[in-house]
């Protein structure tokens, strides 16, 4: 925070890269995030904190277990009382956590000049996601427990293959099915773009097989591209702000487009983004990249691995009866508190521990994806995709060295940038 508030003026390496006017917006883009974050994380942490000292999590376990039993499911029905609870703790935290989401939407977001919600959209759109989410979340949950139950002495194991299957599934699934619920998806028009991509994808064997564009100016300004499927089975998805060609707010609107504004006009007219064709294409060459050097797996086999060892130590806590007191649970010991318990509390000083670890990896990664489109020929356009991207999404070129080596998953601009110089120069 004293980096955004006291870096005013634009360093002299950032002087041939970023204008005075952007590195002003940039900055004051990210004090208002660090500021929001700051009294958000405030909050969560004392909420949380009171609800551990007040017993919220056993008043609302009593509470499941009252509505379960108006019902017909009497305490021998663990898991339905299990699923009332779910379902009460997550509405609890959408309502809760409702406040500080239009904040930062229709506040922060809307002040720099990202969002593109409008309130009614914003409120269809997290009713959606909550449905949705329980829709995969219940069902889950429940075979998750009656597998804990039933698996006897070596349950964690049949716990964790379970988890792995559904992880996979979901991923599959998601693009496909989960996205297009919120998002429309269309497949790239036949043109210079697609062919480029598809030979691309050829020379490096990715087995490619659709190419998509994902609306998210309805959404947001920021950009973002992925790809997923398994196997021979890949699909690259762009998002059209990524796209200067197809961005919509590259475009102007119709005349007379319901629900248009002037101020939203004059929003749209001013705001040029998106990267060129050859940009674009540096960019998948650096999402390619983790996919070639296998990125991809090695982040699926690291989290399987802490998720056997998670659930292996669950095994040999989960008779611990202390930790239930502990937790304000003294006659009972529900599957599903313990879960919560284990995972969410004892575990976290080593999740810490494991997130910083990810973060340096992740970094680590980064750069090797960046090598290999620059051995791809593209580091001079992902240099200056970069630098778009980093205007477009206001990130700020300047940090603490020790707060970015926490948080940042990403190098800072200027270190990719620097390894990325020789090779432009060339």
Known sequence: RRVYRTTTHVPRELGQ???????????????????????????????????????????????????????????????????????????????????????????????????????GFFFKDAIKKFIVTQCILLPVTSLLLYIIKIGGDYFFIYAWLFTLVVSLVL???????????????????????????????????????????????????HSNAYFYGFFKNKRIVLFDT???????LNKEPAEGEDGETEETKSKTKNKKQGCKNEEVLAVLGHELGHWKLGHTVKNIIISQMNSFLCFFLFAVLIGRKELFAAFGFYDTQPTLIGLMIIFQFIFSPYNEVLSFCLTVLSRRFEFQADAFAKELGKAKDLYSALIKLNKDNLGFPVSDWIFSMWHYSHPPLLERLQALKDAKQE
């Open 17 to 119: 890269i970023m204008d005075s006017e952007t590195f002003e917006k940039s900055r004051l883009y990210q004090l208002d995030k660090s500021t929001f974050s700051f009294w958000s994380g405030l909050y969560s942490e004392v909420e949380g904190t009171m609800i551990l000292l007040c017993g919220g999590i056993p008043f609302l376990w009593n509470l499941s277990g009252q509505i379960s039993g108006r019902a017909g499911f009497g305490p021998e029905y663990e898991i339905v009382q299990s699923l009332v609870f779910l379902l009460l703790a997550t509405l609890f935290s959408a309502v809760t956590g409702l406040p500080w989401s239009l904040y930062n939407t229709f506040v922060i977001e809307e002040k720099h000049g990202f969002n593109q919600q409008t309130l």
């Open 171 to 221: 991923v599959t699934i998601y693009a496909d099915y989960i996205a297009p619920l919120f998002d429309k998806f269309i497949p790239l028009p036949e043109g210079e773009l697609k062919q480029q991509i598809e030979t691309m994808a050829k020379s490096i064997d990715f087995p490619l097989t659709k190419v998509y564009v994902v609306e998210g100016s309805k959404r947001s300004s």
């Open 242 to 248: 990524l796209l200067e060609d197809y961005s919509a």
